[in-house]
């Protein structure tokens, strides 16, 4: 009876938690439906009275949301593409070689995680538009190529790669960097798809950097966007809740259909520091 | 589900591995030296062109009126660290700071561990479902996050006052603008340490467990003697991302606040921005990065000496 008791109230608690995780979604979703009226109306539902598709066309005829919703897409991929590659590569170095500093290099690699945006984004601003680098897609690339976690991580999860694997193949006449692309890369495939979601999520909502570096609306990326339609068009509640959902659903979608891939990459990066 | 997260015990945060593989070898193979002096070579120079540069021109900076619109770059010497410490929007921001990031962080904590410990249960069911949602706020990307809770913050026809039957305009009042941020940033942030947690929960021994149980301790005994302990090096985990993710949080707050009404939701990351890049003072924004930096690494030391480090207990 009183297991009885203790699993109806865990239930409860846990399904009444999760209502409220997930409320802001679906309020979200339901809203971007309504029209502008009835967001604004004094007596609120939750679902639509009506429901409309004009704040999804309306906002894109304003403001090209999908163009930004593509830069994002591709920024977010190509940016995430190198630091895979960037991170196995310097991840393979120091797991797998044996070299004076090593231990050194990657107390740095460490510490470079913990300096905080704000000390170094004034710097890089001044570094970057005295470049000329500012309005291209170039200055957001290049602060990214080596990200500290990824090389971290990658390092953790190629430490695990048996030496005399290498070995084998090293008497077989396979030359290093050819073992690092057939044999160390295809072995990490876990540790890669956690960065790869990690890096891709940081992306795609990062703001400051973007915000300084793009000033067009063809480059710009969606995270921005948002901000700047807010401020061009306050009061349209309407066409902030589809602009908000076009940013937020895509990416929910792909984590509920890949759930257990960023959960366990998750917990991963944790379980290994 | 639990394969996932269990199948690599020797990755537990009780067991750790030595941090690097112990010295085998002292062979260098062939290709292995450009190999390696290409790619520390890289990353050497990018951390030094991006990274120990940026920090050097940021100190140098900090002791200069430096504004680069106008193109003033005059030494002040210490003038801008004097002047931070007698601005009381600089301590304004500091206090709520350090207010939002322990509300923040023991919230993340504390629900994180309870809705966890409630998922991990043996009694509860659709344990992958639960998880799956608890997730969800943490992938989602903050700026349009933040505009959907401004929009559920609205006073009139926002969803909080409209379903709880409030009257409360939380963003515009400065009693409940902070509280507003920090209950935005805790439902988007505690499902990362559900996960955490439940990892860790899921790697414990089994036999602690079933010993203790055995033994007649309660459940809350078990959890309070047991689970517990084992789970700081996890705890400490959470505690130390989130100290560095809290020093720097200032999405939310641009978003929902831009630090107001008046100053009651200036956080330090914000106050730098607004300093940096809404009144182009550079100097003096850099002097308040330089304390923020200090900060983040004593704290993060601090959080190290109180729980031990990440090796916790051994078992």
């Given at each position: 009876?009183?297991?009885?008791?203790?699993?109806?109230?865990?239930?409860?608690?846990?399904?009444g938690a999760?209502a409220v995780t997930i409320f802001p979604f679906v309020w979200m979703l339901l809203s971007a439906f309504k029209?502008n009226a009835e967001i604004k109306a004094l007596h609120q539902t939750l679902?639509p009275?009506?429901?409309?598709?004009?704040n999804?066309?309306?906002?894109?005829?304003?403001?090209?949301?999908?163009?930004?919703?593509?830069?994002?897409?591709?920024?977010?991929?190509?940016?995430?593409?190198?630091?895979?590659?960037?991170?196995?590569?310097?991840?393979?170095?120091?797991?797998?070689?044996?070299?004076?500093?090593?231990?050194?290099?990657?107390?740095?690699?460490?510490?470079?995680?913990?300096?905080?945006?704000?000390?170094?984004?004034?710097?890089?601003?001044?570094?970057?538009?005295?470049?000329?680098?500012?309005?291209?897609?170039?200055?957001?690339?290049?602060?990214?190529?080596?990200?500290?976690?990824?090389?971290?991580?990658?390092?953790?999860?190629?430490?695990?790669?048996?030496?005399?694997?290498?070995?084998?193949?090293?008497?077989?006449?396979?030359?290093?960097?050819?073992?690092?692309?057939?044999?160390?890369?295809?072995?990490?495939?876990?540790?890669?798809?956690?960065?790869?979601?990690?890096?891709?999520?940081?992306?795609?909502e990062?703001y400051?950097?973007?915000?300084?570096?793009?000033?067009?609306?063809?480059?710009?990326?969606?995270a921005?966007?948002l901000t700047t339609f807010s401020g061009r068009y306050t009061t349209d509640h309407g066409g902030l809740f589809a602009a908000t959902t076009?940013s937020i659903l895509?990416?929910v979608?792909?984590?509920?259909?890949?759930?257990?891939?960023?959960?366990?990459?998750?917990?991963?990066?944790?379980?290994?520091? | 589900?639990?394969?996932?997260?269990?199948?690599?015990?020797?990755?537990?945060?009780?067991?750790?591995?030595?941090?690097?593989?112990?010295?085998?070898?002292?062979?260098?193979?062939?290709?292995?030296?450009?190999?390696?002096?290409?790619?520390?070579?890289?990353?050497?120079?990018?951390?030094?062109?991006?990274?120990?540069?940026?920090?050097?021109?940021?100190?140098?900076?900090?002791?200069?009126?430096?504004?680069?619109?106008?193109?003033?770059?005059?030494?002040?010497?210490?003038?801008?660290?004097?002047?931070?410490?007698?601005?009381?929007?600089?301590?304004?921001?500091?206090?709520n700071t350090?207010v939002f990031?322990?509300v923040v962080?023991?919230a993340r904590?504390?629900l994180?561990?309870?809705?966890?410990?409630?998922?991990?249960?043996?009694?509860?069911?659709?344990?992958?479902?639960?998880?799956?949602?608890?997730?969800m706020p943490v992938?989602a990307p903050l700026v349009a996050v933040a505009y959907v809770w401004r929009l559920m913050y609205q006073p009139q026809a926002g969803a909080i006052n409209t379903f709880l039957g409030l009257d409360v305009n939380w963003l515009m009042n400065s009693t409940w603008a902070l509280p507003a941020v920090m209950l935005m940033t805790i439902w988007k942030d505690f499902g990362?340490?559900?996960?955490?947690?439940?990892?860790?929960?899921?790697?414990?021994?089994?036999?602690?467990?079933?010993?203790?149980?055995?033994?007649?301790?309660?459940?809350?005994?078990?959890?309070?003697?047991?689970?517990?302990?084992?789970?700081?090096?996890?705890?400490?985990?959470?505690?130390?991302?989130?100290?560095?993710?809290y020093?720097?949080t200032f999405v939310q707050v641009l978003v929902l606040t831009k630090g107001g009404p008046g100053t009651a939701t200036y956080l330090?990351s914000y106050?730098?921005y607004d300093?940096?890049?809404?009144?182009?003072?550079?100097?003096?924004?850099?002097?308040?990065?330089?304390?923020?930096?200090?900060?983040?690494?004593?704290?993060?030391?601090?959080?190290?000496?109180?729980?031990?480090?990440?090796?916790?207990?051994?078992?």
């Amino acid at each position: 009876m009183k297991r009885r008791i203790t699993a109806v109230v865990l239930h409860v608690g846990l399904l009444g938690a999760a209502a409220v995780t997930i409320f802001p979604f679906v309020w979200m979703l339901l809203s971007a439906f309504k029209s502008n009226a009835e967001i604004k109306a004094l007596h609120q539902t939750l679902l639509p009275k009506q429901w409309t598709f004009e704040n999804f066309l309306k906002v894109q005829d304003n403001f090209d949301f999908l163009r930004l919703f593509g830069n994002s897409v591709l920024l977010s991929t190509v940016i995430t593409a190198i630091v895979i590659y960037t991170s196995c590569l310097a991840g393979f170095v120091l797991a797998k070689y044996e070299f004076r500093g090593r231990g050194l290099l990657f107390g740095f690699v460490l510490a470079t995680m913990m300096v905080p945006w704000a000390v170094t984004i004034i710097p890089r601003y001044t570094m970057f538009s005295a470049a000329g680098l500012q309005g291209t897609w170039a200055s957001l690339i290049i602060p990214a190529a080596f990200s500290g976690f990824g090389i971290f991580l990658m390092r953790q999860s190629m430490d695990g790669v048996s030496d005399s694997l290498l070995e084998a193949a090293r008497i077989d006449g396979a030359s290093e960097i050819h073992i690092f692309h057939r044999i160390v890369l295809p072995m990490s495939t876990n540790a890669i798809s956690a960065l790869a979601i990690f890096q891709f999520l940081w992306v795609w909502e990062d703001y400051l950097w973007p915000y300084l570096m793009i000033n067009s609306d063809e480059l710009q990326v969606l995270a921005v966007g948002l901000t700047t339609f807010s401020g061009r068009y306050t009061t349209d509640h309407g066409g902030l809740f589809a602009a908000t959902t076009i940013s937020i659903l895509p990416v929910v979608a792909v984590y509920v259909i890949f759930q257990r891939r960023f959960i366990a990459g998750a917990a991963s990066a944790a379980v290994k520091g | 589900m639990t394969a996932v997260l269990t199948s690599r015990p020797a990755d537990t945060p009780g067991v750790r591995r030595p941090l690097l593989t112990p010295r085998r070898r002292r062979r260098t193979y062939p290709g292995e030296r450009t190999l390696r002096i290409g790619v520390v070579g890289a990353l050497l120079a990018f951390n030094l062109v991006l990274l120990v540069v940026p920090i050097g021109i940021a100190a140098v900076g900090s002791f200069h009126r430096w504004n680069p619109l106008n193109g003033t770059f005059d030494y002040l010497g210490l003038q801008n660290y004097v002047t931070l410490v007698t601005d009381p929007v600089f301590w304004r921001a500091t206090i709520n700071t350090g207010v939002f990031g322990v509300v923040v962080i023991a919230a993340r904590v504390a629900l994180g561990l309870a809705v966890a410990y409630a998922i991990f249960s043996r009694l509860t069911r659709w344990k992958s479902f639960f998880r799956m949602v608890f997730y969800m706020p943490v992938v989602a990307p903050l700026v349009a996050v933040a505009y959907v809770w401004r929009l559920m913050y609205q006073p009139q026809a926002g969803a909080i006052n409209t379903f709880l039957g409030l009257d409360v305009n939380w963003l515009m009042n400065s009693t409940w603008a902070l509280p507003a941020v920090m209950l935005m940033t805790i439902w988007k942030d505690f499902g990362y340490a559900v996960v955490l947690f439940l990892a860790g929960l899921y790697s414990l021994p089994d036999n602690a467990l079933e010993a203790a149980a055995v033994d007649g301790a309660s459940t809350w005994q078990r959890f309070r003697w047991i689970v517990l302990p084992l789970l700081r090096p996890m705890t400490l985990f959470v505690v130390v991302t989130s100290i560095l993710a809290y020093l720097q949080t200032f999405v939310q707050v641009l978003v929902l606040t831009k630090g107001g009404p008046g100053t009651a939701t200036y956080l330090l990351s914000y106050l730098i921005y607004d300093k940096a890049f809404v009144t182009y003072d550079f100097g003096y924004a850099s002097a308040i990065a330089f304390v923020l930096m200090t900060a983040t690494v004593l704290l993060t030391i601090v959080s190290f000496g109180i729980t031990g480090g990440w090796r916790g207990i051994r078992r």
